[in-house]
């Protein structure tokens, strides 16, 4: 369980069903908020967007409600004592920066998760697409790859040592209704593999 104000986008059991990696948008600045609350919700088409991140959070069995049973809250009004209610987990966050997650998926292994990043959520962006492997425990990039034109991620091998996607490579004219080419890349290094046909 959790409570995300921001609201959470799509999300993916580890594979052993102990955590759950999910994304979640990226909350308004202060300025945002000013903005709003003098002249209402409005914004330039394509100019403002907010970027999306990779989160995680452990699952507790123990932590399912019982029938009746409510969230703790933070607010001194609300009169339900702290021991007849539930307190939620904290999730950790596992990417930031200036770049959108589009997509992600947990290795076989359960250790990393593979990512799809582009600079912003705007479709036109996604021709800018690269591809990065995230070690779940210590938070450091494992692999990257990142051609000029659009990268994206298709599987993993079973025993979580190779990755497969399709790239585009440098062809960033010609990109949208040419086939994608596809490799195979060990996760130990060396050159990716172009797979014969491709």
């Given at each position: 369980m959790s409570n995300e104000d921001d609201g959470v986008s799509n999300f993916e059991w580890s594979p052993d069903g102990k955590q759950f990696a999910f994304?979640?948008?990226?909350?308004?600045?202060?300025?945002?908020?000013?903005?709003?609350?003098?002249?209402?919700?409005?914004?330039?088409?394509?100019?403002?967007?907010?970027?999306?991140?990779?989160?995680?959070?452990?699952?507790?069995?123990?932590?399912?409600?019982?029938?009746?049973?409510?969230?703790?809250?933070?607010?001194?009004?609300?009169?339900?004592?702290?021991?007849?209610?539930?307190?939620?987990?904290?999730?950790?966050?596992?990417?930031?920066?200036?770049?959108?997650?589009?997509?992600?998926?947990?290795?076989?292994?359960?250790?990393?998760?593979?990512?799809?990043?582009?600079?912003?959520?705007?479709?036109?962006?996604?021709?800018?697409?690269?591809?990065?492997?995230?070690d779940v425990a210590s938070k450091q990039i494992k692999y990257k790859v990142a051609n000029p034109s659009v990268d994206n991620y298709a599987a993993w091998s079973p025993d979580s040592k190779k990755l497969l996607y399709t790239s585009s490579l440098d062809d960033t004219t010609s990109f949208y209704y040419k086939n994608d080419k596809l490799f195979v890349a060990g996760l130990a290094g060396g050159k990716p593999a172009l797979l014969p046909g491709f």
């Open positions: 994304v979640k948008q990226e909350p308004e600045d202060k300025e945002e908020k000013k903005r709003k609350e003098r002249y209402g919700g409005w914004a330039a088409d394509d100019a403002e967007y907010h970027l999306s991140h990779l989160w995680l959070l452990e699952f507790k069995p123990d932590m399912m409600p019982s029938p009746g049973e409510l969230p703790c809250y933070d607010e001194k009004k609300d009169s339900t004592a702290k021991n007849d209610c539930i307190t939620y987990p904290k999730a950790t966050r596992l990417t930031g920066g200036s770049f959108t997650v589009s997509g992600f998926d947990w290795s076989p292994d359960g250790k990393m998760i593979v990512y799809n990043r582009q600079p912003n959520p705007l479709i036109n962006y996604s021709m800018y697409s690269d591809i990065e492997v995230i």
